[in-house]
């Protein structure tokens, strides 16, 4: 069974950092698009940042460029988000996904594992 485990999250006040963490297995990692999304309080989940299986390419919604880095390492099957200049709108529940395949993947019915989540709160 595959299985996405994130970590990292926690409560920082703004303009502080976090660096989640987000460790897959039992899947080829490197054949798989991995994306970070985010649900709010209250909120429907969206989009955060996306890194591409075949090339690397990254995509990031607007509201976290120039602040947020998604990256991976292929040989620890693990991907991560450096989150700087954090803001009271990004709390939220963090999600780390796979999906088989190699585009943008912005869409969340594109992907086919999920982790559990975990809770980044930033307080002002």
């Known amino acids: 069974q595959v299985h996405l485990v994130e970590s990292g999250g926690g409560l920082v006040q703004a303009g502080g950092s976090l660096r989640l963490s987000c460790a897959a297995s039992?899947?080829?990692?490197?054949?798989?698009?991995m994306g970070w999304f985010r649900q709010a309080p209250g909120k429907e989940r969206e989009f955060a940042a996306t890194?591409?299986?075949?090339?690397?390419?990254?995509n990031y919604t607007d509201s976290v460029k120039g602040r947020f880095t998604i990256s991976r390492d292929n040989a620890k099957n693990t991907v991560y988000l450096q989150m700087n200049s954090l803001k009271p709108e990004d709390t939220a529940v963090y999600y780390c996904?796979?999906?088989?395949?190699?585009?943008?993947?912005?869409?969340?019915?594109?992907?086919?594992?999920w982790g559990q989540g975990t809770q980044v709160t930033v307080s002002s």
């Open positions: 039992r899947i080829t990692f490197s054949y798989y698009t």
């Open positions: 890194i591409v299986a075949s090339d690397g390419s990254t």
């Open positions: 996904a796979a999906g088989r395949f190699s585009r943008r993947g912005l869409f969340q019915n594109e992907y086919d594992y």
